[in-house]
């Protein structure tokens, strides 16, 4: 069974950027979907990125545009690029694999 571990969160301002990292361990991505979601305080975990094996990405309407997904199957690692980060950005972000999720990594964004 895969294990997920984010790292990279931390304080931002607005406009800066961030990378976050899902290090997996337990079995290869190669050949599974990964995504990331987030979630703020009060709110419901949302979708923000998904990765598919045939290299598509797909995003949610809130961060096209600025945010990047990315794996590195060699490392068995996933990556979210986040540029122009905003406010609304601020959130938990968790690493997902089907059933399999990270303990997330906060990101806050100050303006």
């Known amino acids: 069974q895969v294990q997920l571990v984010e790292s990279g969160g931390g304080m931002v301002q607005v406009g800066g950027s961030l990378r976050l990292s899902c290090a997996a361990s337990?079995?290869?991505?190669?050949?599974?979907?990964m995504r990331w979601f987030r979630q703020a305080p009060q709110e419901e975990r949302e979708f923000v990125a998904v990765?598919?094996?045939?290299?598509?990405?797909y995003y949610s309407e809130s961060v096209s545009g600025r945010f990047i997904i990315f794996r590195d199957n060699d490392k068995n690692m996933v990556y979210l690029q986040m540029n122009n980060l905003k406010p609304e950005d601020t959130a938990v972000y968790y690493c997902?694999?089907?059933?399999?999720w990270g303990q997330g990594t906060q990101v806050t964004v100050s303006s």
């Open positions: 997902n694999t089907d059933q399999t």
């Open positions: 337990g079995r290869s991505i190669g050949d599974v979907i």
């Open positions: 990765s598919y094996t045939d290299e598509r990405t």
